[in-house]
């Protein structure tokens, strides 16, 4: 289904004007940035017409040579389709063109995930300002699935009581929510709950393991 892969213009790093086309590197990843390696990426024109197919290297990565304009792009894996979507390169002003291009392909195989750098003050349902990029990065995510419905499930480790646990952890999971409906994902959309400490995935004997039972997961739910 069209709009399921991310296709972000992450950076562009300069012009020159000196050449027609520039240097694209492709960077196909799932959400917490792991890269995805040999995965093939079919690069079409507007009309249709297949330009090139590359494919990822073992960091994720390919390049090659663009010019402005709009692209239909195909994640294929195993010769299946996986995602698609549009993704435009706006023509500069004047004489000026880009030197090089990044686009940022957000590839997520599994529907539930760990929402990882997602961190909250200590003891509280606030999160930490250093998280919005995370958060805004998801919103992208959710937006181009918005046929589709998730739950933001929030976990915690056992200190503490098991009430103070299921309301941090249900508060924390209600933040994350308001701050993607606030930046523009259908309230629809996505639900919330809190889980406490009943949902370990990790022991929560160890400062490891604790810290992995702290989190909060992407959940999507049945139709």
């Known amino acids: 289904m069209k709009k399921n892969i991310i296709l972000l213009l992450c950076l562009i790093t300069g012009f020159t004007f000196s050449q027609e086309d520039f240097t694209t590197e492709f960077f196909v990843s799932d959400f917490n940035e792991n890269p995805v390696s040999s995965s093939d990426i079919e690069i079409y024109t507007p009309d249709g017409n297949l330009l ?3 494919t990822t290297n073992d960091v994720g990565i390919f390049d090659t040579r663009l010019v402005a304009g709009t692209y239909h792009i195909k994640l294929k894996q195993a010769d299946q389709v996986k995602k698609e979507a549009d993704v435009n390169i706006p023509e500069l002003d004047g004489n000026k063109i880009y030197n090089k291009v990044r686009i940022h392909v957000l ?3 599994e529907d539930n995930f760990t929402i990882e750098n997602l961190n909250f003050e200590p003891g509280s349902a606030k999160i930490q300002e250093e998280s919005y990029e995370i958060l805004d990065k998801l919103a992208v995510y959710l937006s181009n699935r918005e046929d589709e419905k998730f739950e933001i499930a ?3 480790d056992a200190d503490g009581s098991e009430d103070f646990n299921l309301n941090l952890s249900q508060e924390r999971a209600q933040n994350v ?3 993607l409906v606030a930046v523009g994902v259908n309230p629809d959309q996505l639900s919330f709950k809190g889980y406490g400490e009943s949902k370990p995935i990790a022991d929560n004997d160890s400062e490891n393991g604790k ?3 702290r989190r ?3 959940v999507k739910l049945s139709e």
């Open 52 to 54: 090139m197919t590359k």
């Open 177 to 179: 929510r308001q701050y």
């Open 216 to 218: 909060t997961e992407l």
């Open 107 to 109: 590839y997520e195989a």
């Open 211 to 213: 810290a992995l039972n």
């Open 154 to 156: 929030g976990h915690t």
